[in-house]
Structures are given as structure tokens and as C-alpha cells.
């Protein structure tokens, strides 16, 4: 590859991903706060405990089944809010539109933004707006930030996983990378695949009430499963086994998927998360979750174990066992 130039794949949130934070961004700004490399800095003013996180959203394309770019921004920082343990509850908005971008297209993405933040229970309180020549972008980039208040007693951070620990799934998984991707390319499938957007912070809260013992949230959104629990498997120097029958593709999603040539676990997702609990509260956590929408299919797909350090292994179905690695390229850039 040319070291000499930024690659599609540097956006993954894979291998090359990793290697550009680690070797430019954290030597230029390195700090405590983000050294964790968690989804947003936690920090305290005053005896309060605060989260507060940044995302730029870029899909392609800015439409699509269940979703578009405005609701995805708004969801995603709150979600990423909401992985710190944090109530989310300021966001701003900036957006780079591109010269040319007709207005009742953009007023559609404002007016999801603001359904979508009510829906979440936020307020966008500050932003900014950018016009640049026609050609000099792709129709219209948003970045959010957010901030949330962290409840005394809450502390998950992806170095938190331990020995024993279940790791829960929220629901199936691909259904967002895939539904933009078919999207994208204009294919036709005879059942609708829908990306699963929507925000977490209600169920999470919830979760935090039921249990003090959830170690880790992350939602696994560019480089699906695979990669994000490679990270707390790395962040957390522990093993993981999944159990690849309990991981559930809708069928649909799974099709698509093999006819494209796509591993439904790096595939993107905006609307789950993975929750790694303490043993003894992993039933009480997958409970509460099945009493929210966004959680009814929330299952155990896996523990944290001593063997394999640092690496994510698989059962499969058919009894044998293989390593779930990183994602190394970008399968599906402009995903989020």
C-alpha cells in the first residue's frame, strides 16, 4: 500500500484505522482523556462526571431504507454518549453543504434530525453551516458532538472487560451496512432490508439501573462485531469466545451478504450494541433489554476468557473453531 497517501481504508475502523491514530493523531494530542480511546472523553467539572463525543457522518447515499444522514448523526452521538454510561443531553451540528443541494432535500434531513433528537430526549443547542463550490463535496457532510452526564456509581470503559464476563449482542446484526450498500448500488431483493438506526440511550439507562456491573458498552458500528470486540479484547488484554449460533444475521441480510461477498461481522451497524456484564448479572441485563424495543432480540453471544489473550476466537456451527481478526480494509466505505 502507499504509505505517502490516505487510503479508503484508513476510514474503516480497522487495522489502518487504528495505525493512523496511534501513529499521528495520539502523539500530536496526547492526553489522558484520549489515551482511553473509548467512544467519547469522560472527565469531571465539580464532582460530575461528563461525556462528550464527536462524529462526522458522510454516507453514501444520504438517503436510504429506515434512515438518512440526519437521523444517523443524531443517533450515532448519542449512542456513542450512551457507550461512555453518560445521558446524553446537549448536541451540536455542523454541516458542509455542497453548492447546488436543493433545500426541501435538506429541510427533510433537519426535520429528521430534530424527530430523531426529540426521539432521544436531546436538544442541538449550537451549530454551523458551510456552503463550498459545487464539486467540492458530495452533497452535504454533518458532524455532531454531544455531551452527557454520567451517573455516580457508572463506570464502563472498553478496558473494563474481565474473566467470566458475558458478552450480549442487542439484536441481529448487518442490517445497517447492508441496507445502505444495496441502496447504493440499486439492487433489487425480494424482502426489504432496513438499516436498524435508532438511538440507545433509553435502554442503556435502564440497563445501568438493573445492574453495576456492566463493564463495557460499544456499539459496533464501522467494522461491525468483529472489530469492536477486537478492540476490548486488546483495551481489556483479555480472550474472547463467541458462540456463532447465537448470533443472529436475519435472513434477508444474510443473503445479501454472501451474494455481495460480505461477513455479516464487519458489517456496520447504527442502532446495536454489544454489553459486557459480570456472570452474575448477565441474566438480569439481557432481561431489561428484552423489555425495550430497541433490545427484544438481545442475546449472549459469547464470555471474556483467560486463553487468547488480546484475540477474539469462534465456535462455529459446525463445531470447530476459528479466529474473528480485525478487520484489515474497508469493505464498505462512506458506510456512516
Known amino acids: 500500500m ?23 493523531m495520539l502523539p500530536a494530542f496526547d492526553n489522558p482523556l484520549l489515551a482511553a480511546l473509548d467512544d467519547g472523553a469522560v472527565f469531571s467539572i465539580d464532582q460530575n462526571r461528563f461525556a462528550f ?39 451540536s451540528c455542523a454541516m458542509i453543504v455542497e453548492e447546488g443541494f436543493e433545500i426541501e432535500e435538506l429541510k427533510k434531513i433537519v426535520d429528521t434530525m430534530s424527530q430523531a433528537a426529540e426521539t432521544a430526549g436531546v436538544q442541538v443547542v449550537t451549530g454551523d453551516t458551510k456552503v463550498v463550490p459545487k464539486g467540492a463535496a458530495d452533497k452535504i457532510f454533518i458532524n455532531t458532538s ?26 441481529s446484526i448487518a442490517d445497517h451496512g447492508m441496507a445502505v450498500m444495496i441502496e447504493r448500488e440499486k439492487l433489487a431483493f425480494e424482502s426489504a432490508i ?4 435508532m438511538a440507545l440511550n433509553h435502554m442503556v439507562q435502564k440497563m445501568l439501573a438493573a445492574s453495576p456491573n456492566i463493564h463495557v458498552l460499544r456499539d459496533p ?8 470486540l477486537n478492540e476490548i479484547a486488546a483495551a481489556s488484554k483479555v480472550g474472547m469466545t463467541l458462540l456463532e449460533a447465537s448470533i443472529f444475521v436475519r435472513p434477508e ?32 441485563v439481557l432481561g431489561t433489554m428484552h ?26 456451527k459446525i463445531g470447530g473453531t476459528r479466529i474473528v481478526d480485525m478487520m484489515t480494509g474497508e469493505q464498505l466505505p462512506r458506510i456512516c
Open 2 to 24: 502507499n504509505k505517502d497517501r490516505i487510503l479508503l481504508d484508513h476510514g474503516g475502523g480497522g487495522k489502518l484505522s487504528q495505525h493512523l491514530v496511534a501513529d499521528l
Open 53 to 91: 463525543s464527536t462524529d462526522s457522518y458522510v454516507v453514501d447515499p444520504i438517503f436510504f431504507p429506515g434512515g438518512n444522514i440526519g437521523d444517523l448523526a443524531v443517533n450515532g452521538t448519542v449512542n456513542d454518549l450512551s457507550m461512555c454510561g453518560a445521558k446524553p443531553l446537549y448536541l
Open 146 to 171: 454531544g455531551i452527557g452526564l454520567i451517573a455516580p456509581g457508572v463506570n464502563v470503559s472498553g478496558t473494563g472487560a474481565v474473566l467470566g464476563d458475558k458478552i450480549i449482542i442487542s439484536g
Open 194 to 197: 432496513k438499516s436498524d438506526s
Open 221 to 228: 458500528t464501522r467494522g461491525g462485531v468483529a472489530t469492536t
Open 253 to 284: 441480510v444474510a443473503g445479501a451478504c454472501e451474494l455481495l461477498g460480505f461477513d455479516p461481522l464487519y458489517v456496520a451497524n447504527e442502532g446495536k450494541l454489544l454489553a459486557v456484564v459480570a456472570d452474575k448479572d448477565a441474566e438480569v
Open 291 to 316: 423489555q425495550c424495543p430497541a433490545g427484544r432480540e438481545a442475546t449472549i453471544i459469547g464470555e471474556v476468557t483467560e486463553a487468547d489473550s488480546g484475540r477474539v476466537v469462534m465456535q462455529t
